[in-house]
């Protein structure tokens, strides 16, 4: 095992400033010896592959960084298969593919690693082409007891089925991906219709998203404005008529431009015009995920619940964004998997974040990110466990609130395959 004691450069500022025990780049037997882990009882080794969260890296804990010697990207032509490692980011992903006139259904950001797929995947493209899950063919890696795994859909032996569906979902409680295997889709344009809108808009345009057919997403972030983005995937066909039709709905939102982008790569989410702290070095953040249905005739009052929210923020920081999933995702698609909350058609998230050495301001924030939380559950009940918080006393509601009724075999395949607790607690 290799140490270095460098900081880590990546995204997360939080997980950037630790001071780690150590960072590995590679996985040998040694790393799955408890003594390594086990000076704290909560130490566990991190994983770091976008970095993009703030559990990637922490002080006083090892990091094994994937994106050194886990960053291959290829692209079988025949099969139309990428294989990527553990360590790659969604943005070369994409950038790759496009080459190749294919894509992936990646989330808002191009900066998040494998993570983003690992923990489900929702993208403004979901609606058509599922979950990121949804779109994993096979798997490799190691269990947290050292155990090598290969896995390949349609070949699965029974004994392994529960812990290829917990792959997709749940993976980083009882396993390390070094890489994935993906189903590619083809590259088509998108017409994304987006700016600034008032609350009452707001609430029209979710009314008429909750009638969007399946290429049209809607996005909404609220800062300190609110911004949307409505995306249609283009397929140039009868489809495209229909989209037309759904799109010049919007047509009477006087500040939404219309742009043409001709492939999902050059598209970039929130414009600087927002001013989002989410990179800036001087902050450290949380962000948490949520789950829930068509909100129908409860728009009004969530309405009324955003803004009181938003009334109450302790600092132009945080933020609500939302983004839509549905149709597909709707389906197991490739069986079942550790995405439980399959009827969701929402995903909103709730972002706040404080200067760096000020534990006050931290403490202000994170109340305020909880007290959202809690008014927001009743339209958004379950939680999307993009971002792991085991370092936050949220840790255990969320995971209960995002695993539901597979909680007890998932906390069964962490004792048998984890249970050394190498990897992040449950
Ligand atoms: C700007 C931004 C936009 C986002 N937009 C979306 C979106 O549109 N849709 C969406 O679903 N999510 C979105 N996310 C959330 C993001 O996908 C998740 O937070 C994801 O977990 C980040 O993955 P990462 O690899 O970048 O993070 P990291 O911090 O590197 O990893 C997060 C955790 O995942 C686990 N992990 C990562 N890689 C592996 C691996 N190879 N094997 C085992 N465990 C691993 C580890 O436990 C690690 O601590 C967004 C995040 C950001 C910052």
């Not at 190691?142 to 090598?148: A, K, S, V």
Request: proline share 4%; aromatic share 12%; with cysteine.
């Amino acid at each position: 095992m290799k140490n270095n004691h460098n900081l880590l450069e990546i995204p997360n500022i939080n997980s950037r400033d630790s001071k780690l025990k150590s960072l590995i780049y590679d996985i040998d037997d040694s790393l799955f010896i408890k003594d390594n882990y086990s000076k704290k009882n909560f130490e566990h080794l991190c994983i770091c592959s976008g970095g993009t969260t703030s559990s990637c890296a922490k002080n006083g804990f090892t990091t094994l960084d994937l994106r050194k010697n886990y960053s291959k990207i290829h692209l079988d032509r025949e099969t139309n298969f990428v294989t990527i490692g553990g360590g790659v980011i969604m943005g070369d992903l994409i950038n790759y593919l496009q080459k190749h006139n294919r894509s992936f259904p990646i989330g808002l950001s191009k900066l998040p690693g494998a993570g983003y797929i690992l923990t489900g995947g929702v993208s403004p493209l979901s609606r058509t082409y599922g979950l990121a899950i949804d779109n994993i063919e096979s798997v490799k890696g190691f269990l947290g007891n050292g155990t090598f795994i290969s896995l390949k859909r349609n070949q699965i032996n029974p004994e392994k089925q529960l812990i290829w569906e917990a792959i997709k979902g749940a993976a980083p409680f009882f396993s390390i991906i070094t890489e994935l295997e993906l189903k590619t889709i083809e590259s088509n344009p998108i017409k994304v219709i987006e700016g600034f809108v008032n609350l009452n808009e707001l609430s029209e345009i979710i009314q008429l998203a909750e009638q969007f057919p399946k290429n049209i997403s809607l996005q909404w972030i609220y800062a300190q404005k609110i911004y949307i983005y409505v995306f249609a995937e283009l397929k140039n066909n009868l489809e495209d008529e229909r989209t037309e039709e759904y799109l010049t709905h919007l047509d009477k939102f006087p500040a939404l431009e219309k742009q043409f982008y001709e492939g999902f790569n050059k598209i970039n989410f929130f414009p600087k015009e927002l001013n989002l702290f989410e990179l800036n070095a001087n902050n450290h953040s949380e962000v948490i995920s949520l789950l829930g249905e068509d909100l129908k005739n409860h728009i009004p009052s969530f309405i009324k619940c955003l803004n009181e929210i938003m009334n109450n923020k302790p600092n132009n920081s945080c933020y609500v964004a939302s983004q839509q999933l549905g149709f597909k995702t709707k389906k197991l698609n490739h069986g079942s998997s550790f995405f439980v909350h399959r009827k969701s058609t929402w995903k909103p998230w709730i972002y706040a974040s404080w200067k760096k050495n000020d534990p006050q301001e931290k403490e202000v924030a994170l109340d305020w990110i909880y007290k959202s939380w809690r008014n927001l559950k009743r339209f958004y009940p379950n939680i999307h466990l993009a971002q792991l918080h085991n370092h936050l006393n949220s840790h255990k509601e969320e995971v209960t609130l995002a695993f539901g009724n597979r909680m007890d075999e998932l906390k069964t395949l962490k004792n048998i395959f984890d249970p050394q607790c190498i990897l992040p607690p449950l």
